[in-house]
């Protein structure tokens, strides 16, 4: 079980937002955090801390200069995303990124678009996409959401349809969508489901707020899912040390406790 740690752009500035709100309006927008600093401070931050395999988000345009500046900070220590298509995933690849993340570009009017799936997983190879899943629940089944999350599709998350999209990629990045960046608790329900299901490498996000979910997420994910905390952190706002959580992951005995 890894921490993989996460810088979020909106506007050019690392923030930390209520997913949900992300929508053309932006008076609807919710801002937990803006940071004072730079990605690159972040990116460093990580690096130096050995945190490996976190991820940078673009949400929406303006954001291509902050995320160059996280990925020279940490070359091939961070994971790309927001707009990746086939057209520039090599660029952020030739730029320091380890990995892509893509969710619109591989899917077209609610469904999985294969053709741009293997042509992407063709051209930077699979051993360096990553798919993100996120998703929503609908008449208690959890269905992927594009578009800032706010478009369902028809792909339900479900051990068939993992097993199938893990031909394609390396990882899966999973966000709990309705519980993500509001520090209420977890999507048990999901997280228990991933544990049994993950085919390939998987990290899921949304709710955290403090070590008790994370020793959740241990032990109902099985031990066999990494996890993203944001909002909740003290160095983006929040509460729970950052400190303690790498603490917490690196120390074999706390998480045995879990079990």
Known sequence: MKFRPCIDLHQGKVKQIVGGTLTDNSENLVENFVSDHD?????????????SGGHVIMLGPGNEAEALKALAAYPNGLQIGGGINADNAAFYLDHGASHVIVTSYVFRDGAIDYRNLKKLAASVGKERLVLDLSCRAKDGTYYVVTDRWQKFTDLEINKDNLM??????????????????????????????LGNWAAVPTTYAGGIKDLADLELIYRIGRGRLDFTVGSALDIFGGFLSYREVIRWVNDPDLKSTAT
């Open 39 to 51: 990605a690159a401070y972040y990116a460093e931050l990580f690096k130096k801390d050995g945190l």
């Open 164 to 193: 199938n999209l893990a031909e394609y990629c390396a990882e899966f990045l999973i966000h709990a969508v309705d519980v993500e960046g509001r520090r209420q608790g977890i999507q048990e329900d999901l997280v228990a489901k």
